[in-house]
Protein backbone atom coordinates (compact mmCIF):
# COMPACT_ATOMS: atom_id res chain seq x y z
CA UNK A 1 0.00 0.00 0.00
CA UNK A 2 1.19 3.65 -1.23
CA UNK A 3 1.52 6.27 1.34
CA UNK A 4 -1.39 7.63 -1.20
CA UNK A 5 -3.43 4.90 -0.44
CA UNK A 6 -3.09 4.83 3.26
CA UNK A 7 -3.88 8.64 3.42
CA UNK A 8 -6.66 7.95 1.34
CA UNK A 9 -7.93 5.32 3.80
CA UNK A 10 -7.01 7.95 6.97
CA UNK A 11 -9.26 10.48 5.10
CA UNK A 12 -12.50 8.27 4.56
CA UNK A 13 -11.97 6.38 8.06
CA UNK A 14 -12.49 9.94 9.88
CA UNK A 15 -15.10 11.20 7.23
CA UNK A 16 -17.11 8.07 8.15
CA UNK A 17 -16.55 8.55 11.87
CA UNK A 18 -17.70 12.12 11.67
CA UNK A 19 -20.76 11.55 9.89
CA UNK A 20 -21.54 8.89 12.49
CA UNK A 21 -21.29 11.24 14.93
CA UNK A 22 -23.30 13.75 13.40
CA UNK A 23 -26.04 11.59 12.14
CA UNK A 24 -27.99 11.22 15.42
CA UNK A 25 -27.39 15.40 15.84
CA UNK A 26 -28.91 15.76 12.68
CA UNK A 27 -31.76 13.44 12.98
CA UNK A 28 -32.65 14.80 16.54
CA UNK A 29 -32.21 11.91 18.49
CA UNK A 30 -29.90 13.44 20.73
CA UNK A 31 -31.48 15.21 23.91
CA UNK A 32 -29.54 17.25 26.01
CA UNK A 33 -27.06 15.87 27.86
CA UNK A 34 -23.36 16.59 29.70
CA UNK A 35 -20.98 15.02 27.10
CA UNK A 36 -22.34 14.66 23.43
CA UNK A 37 -23.55 18.06 21.60
CA UNK A 38 -23.00 21.51 21.89
CA UNK A 39 -23.47 22.45 25.68
CA UNK A 40 -24.11 25.79 26.45
CA UNK A 41 -26.22 27.51 29.63
CA UNK A 42 -28.58 28.39 27.06
CA UNK A 43 -28.90 25.01 25.09
CA UNK A 44 -29.22 23.08 27.62
CA UNK A 45 -32.25 24.56 29.51
CA UNK A 46 -33.92 25.01 26.24
CA UNK A 47 -35.03 21.78 24.56
CA UNK A 48 -36.06 23.32 21.40
CA UNK A 49 -33.14 25.44 21.38
CA UNK A 50 -30.98 22.15 21.78
CA UNK A 51 -32.26 20.65 19.12
CA UNK A 52 -31.91 23.43 16.93
CA UNK A 53 -28.54 23.95 17.59
CA UNK A 54 -27.06 20.45 17.38
CA UNK A 55 -29.14 19.84 14.15
CA UNK A 56 -27.59 22.39 11.76
CA UNK A 57 -24.19 21.59 12.22
CA UNK A 58 -25.23 17.87 12.12
CA UNK A 59 -26.82 18.31 9.05
CA UNK A 60 -23.84 20.14 7.28
Do not use: H
Amino acid sequence: MTPIDKSLVTVLVVALVIAAIAAPLALRKVPPNAIYGYRARATMSDDALWFDTNAAPGAA
